[in-house]
């Protein structure tokens, strides 16, 4: 069925038996990359079928370099599923952490707990807090850290869906290729690892692609007594 070169037509890269799964996990906005095994591979034996019948949607099948596949919408018939601007946050700031050479030497593994300390190193708590949780206008120290833990876990959680991270345990995170779409602003530049870290800290948070990058808030946060979202 499958040549040396891929599949000869686009119906037999259908009738693939890992084309629903992969299907479904590229339309749901999932990352696709080489820790995902055969599913990765098909997709590389079957992209030159798939490219125009994705563009048939208005969505183009985008392999990077970097060893992972997603689809971008160029249109509205597949809708967009936006990041929060905390989501956006802990996605660039895990990048941030990728580019890391520590991180290489542990195989791509960090810890929760070492996020957490990158997080407020880089905004400080204050900053921090306001920015995964945009609708609490006033800042209270003694909620602090359990706002920006359970905030943090859910980004995670997100992040995971999407096929940016694997979570490991309750302890330790396993970062993928895909979080260098956080990157991309600055991928190019001569230290993108400086470069990034500057687009954090200055909380210019964008993802890298034009058609798909703004941040949005996904107005989930309902616990703050004053309705009205903070400015700035």
């Given at each position: ?95 941030l952490m990728y580019l890391d050479p520590a991180t290489l030497q542990h195989s791509g593994m960090v810890q929760r707990e070492t996020l957490l ?78 470069a990034l870290e500057r687009l954090v800290k200055s909380g210019e948070i964008v993802l890298g692609d034009a058609n798909d990058g703004d941040a949005?808030?996904?107005g989930n946060d309902t616990e703050d007594d004053d309705e009205e979202e903070a400015g700035g």
């Amino acid at each position: 069925m499958v040549t040396a070169s891929g599949f000869q037509s686009l119906e037999e890269a259908i009738a693939d038996e890992h084309f629903p799964e992969v299907d479904l996990a590229l339309r749901r906005g999932r990352h696709v990359g080489r820790d995902d095994g055969t599913a990765y591979d098909y997709l590389v034996d079957a992209l030159d079928h798939l490219e125009p019948f994705y563009r048939r949607f208005g969505c183009e099948l985008v392999q990077r370099a970097d060893g992972y596949f997603y689809l971008l919408p160029s249109g509205d018939r597949l809708g967009r599923r936006q990041l929060s601007a905390g989501e956006m946050l802990v996605g660039q700031t895990l990048a941030l952490m990728y580019l890391d050479p520590a991180t290489l030497q542990h195989s791509g593994m960090v810890q929760r707990e070492t996020l957490l300390q990158r997080l407020s190193g880089l905004l400080g708590t204050e900053t921090l807090v306001r920015t995964l949780n945009p609708r609490r206008r006033k800042f209270d120290e003694r909620i602090a850290a359990e706002t920006v833990r359970t905030k943090v876990a859910e980004a995670l959680r997100r992040l995971t869906d999407l096929g940016f991270i694997d979570v490991v345990d309750d302890v330790m995170l396993r970062l993928r290729p895909a979080l260098m779409r956080f990157a991309e602003p600055v991928r190019g530049l001569s230290d993108q690892q400086a470069a990034l870290e500057r687009l954090v800290k200055s909380g210019e948070i964008v993802l890298g692609d034009a058609n798909d990058g703004d941040a949005s808030d996904d107005g989930n946060d309902t616990e703050d007594d004053d309705e009205e979202e903070a400015g700035g």
